[in-house]
């Protein structure tokens, strides 16, 4: 008995089993046949807006003089005073009194001078008396016109001649005296201060030295795709391109002009060095580093695009048939965030959604309309 059961007890659950499945089958519902969807991307797009456009290179500088002028002594004597301007290094205007030298000896030198010119004129006035008498006592006894000794000539001649010397004297006294004050020979600024008060200084002696206001320049370092976007020549003269500088301690940017391309390579990078000149009034020291930016030619039928709208030099554009189609771009300047370019058509829609795959001409569903 107990055999019969474990043979019969699994048959039966079999049993049970595929009279429950029949059963499942038979009243399950029939399925119809399913339509496969294909699967079309969602993108954004932004407008092709087609614009003017002026190529803007930022950059640095380093300011340099295009003259260094020697403020010297021209007489000798004791430094008596120097103007501040030349211990700040701040600008001065041309004629300004910018050192003065003990002027004492030269005051002596002056009146000395001026004496001898009184004494001489006075020995030239007694030699014509005298000339004048002796002339006259001559004709009284001959009629023979008198000699050249007897008219005193030689005597009047030197007196002149010595007359001629201290009048040169006083000239030369007083020019000496003017240099005492050394004036400024330009607008500028001082560059360094060679001299201190109280010291003694011989004729030619550095006091300072200036830099022309008109005479600051900015070395530029502009590699060659940057010549090319400025349109400019690797050396020698260019178009007056406007450059914005920024200047420390100023709150507004200085205008300079962009004069020519130098035509000795920067060391270090060797890259090419525009030269940029300030306006006058403007004074930096040498040497120091600026920011600055250099204007350049203003380009019709441009468009700003996004990093993200471009790949390799192309962009993909949505057509009015919502497909997408892979545009050629010419790159005019890359910015920080994106592109300058050209090729595109005003009012294309341009996709700036990433897709991991792109087939020319798929279908993709605009949802930023």
């Not at 014509?128 to 000794?149: G, H, T, Y």
């Not at 300079?256 to 270090?268: F, I, M």
Request: charged residues 20%; glycine residues 6%; aromatic residues 4%.
């Amino acid at each position: 008995m107990k055999t019969f059961n474990k043979i019969i007890r699994p048959l039966a659950v079999i049993a049970i089993g595929l009279v429950i499945k029949q059963a499942l089958l038979t009243t399950a519902p029939e399925l119809g046949e399913q339509e496969i969807k294909a699967y079309v991307p969602r993108v954004n797009v932004i407008e092709a807006i087609e614009a003017d456009y002026q190529i803007e290179v930022p950059a640095f500088g380093v300011v340099q003089t295009q003259g260094n002028v020697a403020l010297l002594s021209k007489v000798q004597g004791t430094l008596l005073s120097v103007n501040d301007k030349l211990r700040r290094g701040e600008s001065f205007s041309k004629g300004e009194v910018l050192a003065t030298i003990d002027d004492s000896d030269f005051v002596q030198n002056l009146a000395i001078a001026e004496a001898a010119v009184r004494q001489a004129t006075a020995k030239l006035q007694l030699e014509n008396a005298a000339a004048e008498l002796s002339v006259k006592d001559w004709q009284r006894i001959s009629d023979v016109p008198p000699s050249n000794i007897t008219a005193h000539k030689p005597q009047i001649a030197l007196a002149e001649a010595s007359l001629e010397t201290a009048n040169a004297q006083v000239i030369l006294a007083k020019l000496n005296l003017e240099r005492c004050a050394l004036h400024a020979p330009f607008d500028g600024r001082a560059l360094r201060l060679n001299a201190e008060t109280g010291q003694w200084l011989n004729p030619g002696a550095s006091i300072a030295n200036l830099i022309p206001a008109a005479g600051i320049e900015i070395n530029i370092p502009l590699n060659l795709l940057q010549l090319d976007l400025l349109q400019l020549p690797t050396s020698g003269k260019c178009q007056a391109l406007e450059v914005s500088v920024t200047i420390p301690n100023m709150s507004q940017a200085v205008r300079a002009k962009l004069v020519r391309v130098s035509d000795q390579l920067e060391q270090g990078t060797r890259m090419n060095q525009a030269v940029a000149v300030l306006p006058v009034g403007i004074n930096v020291a040498p040497q120091t580093y600026l920011e600055l930016s250099v204007q350049g030619p203003t380009i019709s039928g441009t468009f700003k695009l996004p990093a993200i709208a471009v790949n390799n030099n192309r962009a993909q554009v949505v057509n009015e048939k919502s497909t997408l189609h892979e545009v050629e771009l010419s790159i005019i300047q890359q910015l920080k965030d994106g592109f300058i370019v050209r090729g595109l058509k005003s009012q294309q829609k341009i996709n700036i959604t990433p897709l991991s795959v792109f087939v020319p001409g798929m279908d993709v569903e605009v949802v930023n309309k």
